[in-house]
């Protein structure tokens, strides 16, 4: 009996059936852009299809060149296309999967001169100003949505999503907020609505009965003037009428300032909302966003809410999700912990997406773990995320690995990482390598600091040195003398010592950490993740029958604290922060009223707090009063065991924060802890 019956069981539609009731949500993941990565892509996805998806949907492709997300990007409009797409469906079909092209028209989130949209209105992601279409040109649209269905179907896929949400061309039809059209395409709800019905009825008669039609309906918009609940039933009746086979969820535009998958959304955050349609139409419903358990899918689904989960980033965080999950090995799944980093980021810095905790995602071609051919002894020094890929990686391809960590538990620093409010998922990582080590066979020693001669006398073929970081002190005078007094804290001493931190905080450093630190003394214990109601206050978020859009005023709690976050440099706060996810945690400060204070120059703590100048002549002087001070200001590789090692001969290699501490993420010391696990 599996622990999962509702997520597992399949899915009949009818004229086919789904597997089970996963679907892998659209993503993309740069490898749409480009016909020659498109082996890669069949692999990404033969993977996951291979571990036990029940459908897939493709990353979005646009219908037409109006359609673009960005110039050049993917496009399915001509047979020669189609054909290309081929060998990406046969590899899914191979592997017995189901696939969906996802036909994405961006509109007005178009990058590049030639968008177009229903009003003259420029978006506020987007630096182009597109064209408002004549009712010919809508045609002309909805004419490409036709024709790009059926070279779906011609090369092979099981189906086609209409992308209907996010705040794209078809959504901007939908909702006032984009459409100020007075012909039949605009005015009233019922020609405002018009456009998707009418794409997906004549989507419905070009394709024939026994073809997967996904619309991704948004059910709640997040922006102003967006639907009414009572719209958004009207449109999914109208669309069930239409001929959709599936009503996908979508939640928030791209525009709404509100997070809808960051990793401080409570997971399932917006189930309710699926849930709000069932009973009103009769087609299955999925619901999406932070759902990234196979616990939480099955209870989403048993619980009554939707009748299949979008699951994206869980995917490309592990593949063999379903599996797992089936096969009663859970805990073996690597968890997708919402942080965007190697992912989203990576898409808005044009970079073929991949995982944070799976940077094999993307690269499944290149990236082949092969059984090594000369096994030998490894010690692999420190168990934070470097040390933990590293060693996981080595022992699985047939090493014998002794992992030496300095502390009781394994992790370092996503031990403090997962204490601050809204990063808990950071547990999960810690979690799945937990049991790595043990399916692997790594022989883990806790609570043993190694030294030079420890490791030399051990026999070791090869030495890994993932010894992690140490803060840096700065060296501001007084502080040595306040710490004594306990005023002043590492965010070490905070996060992982549990030092007592006064009312008044000035936190030196504004980089992640420094951030991080704001968010923990700023709520005192309390994460908004892990309580729904109260987060959706805090970020103004309501029931979409009780105001349009689902939007009301934000009704943020006090903070617990103080705060003044303090950097050298001129300029912004918070840029180091994640592409997708900083103004999250900026927002998240202003609302507690933190105050920023940039351009300083330290010049002394007293028992008042800290003193503070600034510009070259060192002017304006500032006291900071404050009870405490926490010195986040960066970190320095901690790499005593190197010099040692390398003067006796030893094989060493260093990874994660104890080669280069700069810039240094998880992501990194994942990667880099990965990379040579394949190579030694
Ligand atoms: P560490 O994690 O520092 O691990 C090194 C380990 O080596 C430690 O466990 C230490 O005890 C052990 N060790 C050292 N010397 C010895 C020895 N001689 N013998 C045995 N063991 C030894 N990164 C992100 O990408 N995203 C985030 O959102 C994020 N948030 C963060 C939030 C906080 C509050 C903090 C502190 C960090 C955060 N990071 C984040 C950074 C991330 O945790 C680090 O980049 C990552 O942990 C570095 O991994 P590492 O393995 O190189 O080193
Ligand atoms: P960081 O991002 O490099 O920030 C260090 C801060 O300290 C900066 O504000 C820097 O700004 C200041 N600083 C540097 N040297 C200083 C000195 N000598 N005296 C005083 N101030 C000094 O490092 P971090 O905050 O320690 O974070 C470490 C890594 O963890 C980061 O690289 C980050 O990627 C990762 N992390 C990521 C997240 C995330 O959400 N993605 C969260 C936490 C951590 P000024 O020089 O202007 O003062
Ligand atoms: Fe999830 Fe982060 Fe991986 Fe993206 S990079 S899939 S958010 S764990």
New binding site residues.
Partial sequence: MTAYPHLLAPLDLGFTQLRNRVLMGSMHTGLEDDPRLFPRLAEYFAERARGGVGLIVTGGFAPNIAGWAAPFSGRLASRAAAARHRPITAAVHTEGGKIALQILHTGRYGYHPLAVAPSRLKSPISPFTPRALSSSGVERQIRAFLRCSSLAREAGYDGVEVMGSEGYFINQFVAAHTNRRTDEWGGSYANRMRLPVEIVARIRATVGKDFIIVYRLSMLDLVPDGSSWDEVVQLAKALEAAGVTILNTGIGWHEARIPTIA?SVPRAAFAWVTRKLKGEVGVPLCATNRINTPEVAEQVIAGGSADMVSMARPLLADPAFVNKAAAGRADEINTCIA?N?ACLDYIFERKIASC?VNPRAGHETEWVFRPATQLKKIAV????????ACATLLAERGHRVEL????AE????????K??PG?EE?RETLRYFGRRIVTTGVHLHLG????AQALLAGGFDEIVL????SPRNPAIPGAEEQAAAGKVLS??DV?LRGKPVGRRVAIVGAG??GY??AE?VLNAGHSTTLDLDAWMREWGVTDPELARSGLTAPQVEPAARQVTLLQRKAGAFGKGL?KTTGWIHRAALRMKRVETIGGVNYERIDERGLHVSFGERREKPLLVAADTIVLCAGQEP?R??VDPLTRADARVHL?????VAAE???????E??SRLACRL
């Fill in positions: 990793t942080c980093q944070l020094v420190g168990a934070g995320p470097a040390g933990l030496f960590e300095a502390s394994i992790g370092g620093q996503f031990n403090m990482a204490r601050i990063k950071f043993t600091r190694v030294d993932a010894t992690g970081v965010y070490v996060l992640g950490i991080d630190v923990f994640g901690l005593e065991l990874i994660g924060g104890a080669d240094l993420d998880a992501k990194r010391a994942i880099q802890g």
